[in-house]
T-cell receptor, first 113, second 114 residues
Framework: AQSVTQLDSQVPVFEEAPVELRCNYS??????LFWYVQYPNQGLQLLLK??????LVKGINGFEAEFNKSQTSFHLRKPSVHISDTAEYFCAVTETGANNLFFGTGTRLTVIP | NAGVTQTPKFQVLKTGQSMTLQCAQD?????MYWYRQDPGMGLRLIYY???????DKGEVPNGYNVSRLNKREFSLRLESAAPSQTSVYFCASTLNVNTNYGYTFGSGTRLTVV
């Protein structure tokens, strides 16, 4: 069965510092992986996705993620964060042929001025 | 603007009352979903509709029913609300279940059951 673990529930980071939000998944078959962002009182927006091909995926707002099959990870990174990046970030996984996404419990990123 | 529209945005119910959460999308998507979001638990799937005329249970279907009214609309009904159903509810849609374009989410309905 597929599942997603986001190891950090909260990540505080100073403005212009780099950040990494961790995501690990479990699945016995091929997967597709996603990162979503949720700003306060809003729905979720797609940041980036990995379907196949290059393991380094670039998304919106300067975020990128790297798929590591051997470590079953899909960590999200940004080299320099802004105040506006303060939000909750969700990792999600689906298996090929599956009908829905499974979400992690989320990581709240707080950017400190 | 194209997207997923949810109504109402906020609702307070008394225990035992019923209500229907509405969701509509105008992107010609075939698949639609209802999730609930609770602190520390992420998003959990309640029901989904892979295509018009079909619905299936997700991870937490108890206490809910759904109707895929047409291709655009997918409603979620609470027949007898309980405090445990206090949550934020999100509707989402995607082109097809297996295409993995990613989901488009509505802005949510914040439901409180007292």
């Amino acid at each position: 069965a597929q599942s997603v673990t986001q190891l950090d529930s909260q990540v505080p980071v100073f403005e212009e510092a780099p950040v990494e939000l961790r995501c690990n998944y479990s699945s016995s078959v091929s997967v597709y992986l996603f990162w979503y962002v949720q700003y306060p009182n809003q729905g979720l927006q797609l940041l980036l996705k990995y379907l196949s091909g290059s393991t380094l995926v670039k998304g919106i707002n300067g975020f990128e993620a790297e798929f590591n099959k051997s470590q079953t990870s899909f960590h999200l990174r940004k080299p320099s964060v802004h105040i506006s990046d303060t939000a909750e970030y969700f990792c999600a996984v689906t298996e090929t042929g599956a009908n829905n996404l499974f979400f992690g419990t989320g990581t709240r990123l707080t950017v400190i001025p | 603007n194209a997207g997923v529209t949810q109504t109402p945005k906020f609702q307070v119910l008394k225990t035992g009352q019923s209500m229907t959460l509405q969701c509509a999308q105008d992107m010609n998507h075939n698949s639609m979903y209802w999730y609930r979001q609770d602190p520390g638990m992420g998003l959990r799937l309640i029901y989904y509709s892979a295509s018009e005329g079909t619905t299936d249970k997700g991870e937490v279907p108890n206490g809910y029913n759904v109707s895929r009214l047409n291709k655009r609309e997918f409603s979620l009904r609470l027949e007898s609300a309980a405090p445990s159903q206090t949550s934020v509810y999100f509707c989402a849609s995607t082109l097809n279940v297996n295409t993995n374009y990613g989901y488009t989410f509505g802005s949510g309905t914040r439901l409180t059951v007292v």
